[in-house]
């Protein structure tokens, strides 16, 4: 049998473990007699138009293994939806260099983008394996228990609250933080697993899934002041009226990428605006905002154990899943088994089932009062993201 | 030999090791028999004001141990400035909980605070041995070679601008990091801890103490993508023009505490307009800011273990100054010994060194260009700082 090389890139946001993804894949790739070279793509289908190549056959394990534990994207990113012009160049380019083997790690979009590539080669009678490996720390795959990417996020997420719920105890007043997460609030829920006391925040939590109202937000926040004459807001950057639009998309710079996706990150915007409701509506004096930003999906030393290690898991899946040959257009399922000890299962599904279309927080993790997660959401949130450091309090 | 009791409090901003510096001083005070009650007022001076006290020889030592690595003032805080009248009734109060020592942990406001009440006691002919102990992310106490709060903020940062600087390198574009430092710009100096490679971010650094050019900035910036295609500047939240006036407060809320500050964190205001004058003027378009925001004093984990270790020393330092009864109104001055190995002293000194007045980055760490540090700096921060987790790219 011929070897064919494989060609492996990444796309989208970086998350803290996509590299653990790209070196669990490549490892696995080296084991295999079917595979010649191992060609990583720089900034994804970028890569791939330009010629823009590393040979990952002659990086060290050791310097790999390194890359593995290092945040965002080592091969770089892209934001590109592939036209059919786009993937004539791309099967020019693996024709001549006898490409055999496509994985693309990202999340719905770099998905989509994969099933693009896959469903044109077909159309082009180019033979070739195209795989997906699942990535976002939004965690809205529809193939996906949760996503790679997801339980370090969740805990920079979780984390940070803690801290910043202990820095209001300090100075008393009203903190706002805003969380990731365009569509889906899963970032946003996981706020809540900051909480080790009975009165720790987050004491209020909004979710892009539920309606938010700038009503019900003054009167939450008034209540809890006057409970505990403090309070922390966990708001997702995708929270949106009753019209459906994203309030933050409405006060940001209109942005889009070429998925039609507006920028709603990386501006401190909505918090700002906020904090100027409550101080107006609700004459709160000492009102606070903080945008997390880029920190949740690159900073260093926090990645969650059991997320790199699925990270990883995932890379190599995808690897074996092509090499194996029964689905040839295929993504990478993370299927959390039954039974009490927290595990999971690698499949591979069609490729389809993680494409364009993202899920949202089901409603049995969304509480009644619309402003916190339910015991079921903690349950199913904590394995992922693992132990939080000690929080001690007189 | 009758025993006194002591009171010890908290004041200012929240800093990831502040509860070392209390526990430190407790446990050192519990071993005195000089010393009666230790008395841990809430929320600093409001907490002897309103006789708000928690009995700190009933907590026991491991509970303490746990809340010495617990990020923020656990026993809260104030940013409170007490006037004469103020200073009446905590002397009153102290008359009859029979205080004679009196422990005050914070910055520059914090010692001035101290000192107020230190002198209001002299005056008053009220016995009070008073000591200030340092605590500051900015470290900009003019006692200190550097203080207690910084080397962990300093961590935080340069953590956080090492991930973003790998994010940046993969979805190209300008990142604008917006780093506390009302004054001085410490803080925002040891983002330049992030370099690991030539090429790494920040690219680009300014401080309060260069006047700050919209024009230069623009320059810089352009500069910095014509070379590298990308750029990651990290500015402090107290830039200020040649009028002397900060940028950010012309921006805000025009907020003030009790000791003049003008509120400047907890709002994205500055990164935004920063964000918008690139897009504007340099034709940028992907432009992204950022806000640390409180994350930098109180983020759990990521603390300097040289930075929790001189916490705790001069929390208990100051209660062995007050009991040698050499010096009656003191703060721990933090000096460095000459040699080549790190080393610290912690010396009683006159509590005006370290109240009010602060101090600003030298000029010998802030590099000719004006928007850069020096390798002196480097050499200055990095043992306070620490090593990074490791950072490896292709």
Chains 1, 2 share one sequence.
């Not at 380019?93 to 590539?117: Q, T």
């Amino acid at each position: 049998m011929k070897k064919m090389n494989m060609v492996i890139a990444q796309s989208g946001g970086p998350s803290m473990v996509i590299n653990e993804s790209l070196v669990g894949a490549v490892l696995e790739a080296r084991k295999s007699a079917k595979i010649g070279k191992i060609l990583g793509a720089k900034h994804g289908i970028l890569g791939i138009l330009g010629s823009d190549y590393i040979d990952l056959k002659k990086v060290s394990e050791k310097k790999l293994r390194k890359i593995a534990e290092t945040p965002s994207s080592a091969l770089g990113s892209c934001r590109k939806k592939p036209d059919a012009d786009d993937c004539k160049a791309i099967f020019e380019a693996f024709r001549k260099l006898e490409v055999g083997y496509f994985f693309y790690i990202g999340g719905n979009d770099s998905a989509d983008a994969a099933r693009i590539v896959a469903e044109e080669a077909e159309k082009a009678n180019y033979p070739l394996v195209v795989y997906h490996i699942p990535k976002t720390i939004d965690n809205d795959l529809r193939s996906c228990d949760h996503t790679p990417g997801f339980g370090s996020a969740a805990r920079f997420v979780a984390s940070a609250i803690r801290g910043d719920d202990l820095d209001n105890r300090a100075l008393l007043g009203v903190k706002i933080d805003i969380i990731m997460g365009r569509d889906a609030g899963f970032l946003t829920a996981a706020s809540a697993l900051a909480r080790a006391h009975e009165d720790d925040g987050p004491h209020l939590i909004y979710l892009p899934e539920v309606p938010f109202s700038e009503e019900k937000f003054v009167k939450d926040v008034q209540a809890v002041m006057k409970k505990l004459g403090r309070c922390v807001c966990a708001v997702s950057e995708g929270i949106r009226g009753k019209d459906g639009v994203p309030i933050g998309a409405k006060l940001g710079s209109g942005e889009t990428d070429s998925h039609g996706n507006v920028q709603m990150s990386g501006t401190g915007a909505l918090g700002d605006a906020l904090a100027k409701l409550l101080k107006e509506k609700a004459k709160i004096k000492r009102v606070r905002a903080d945008t997390f930003g880029y920190l949740q999906r690159s900073f260093p030393s926090i990645a969650s154990k059991t997320d790199q290690a699925e990270a990883f898991a995932a890379g190599a899946a995808a690897v074996k899943a092509a090499l194996a040959g029964k689905l040839s257009k295929g993504t990478i399922a993370i299927v959390r088994e039954a039974g009490r000890k927290y595990k999971v299962a690698f499949a591979p599904v069609p490729i389809q089932n993680a494409a364009k279309y993202t899920r949202s927080v089901p409603k049995e993790y969304i509480a009644r009062n619309g402003h916190d997660v339910t015991a079921a959401f903690i349950e199913y949130a904590k394995p992922i993201v693992g132990e939080l450091p000690p929080c001690e309090i007189f």
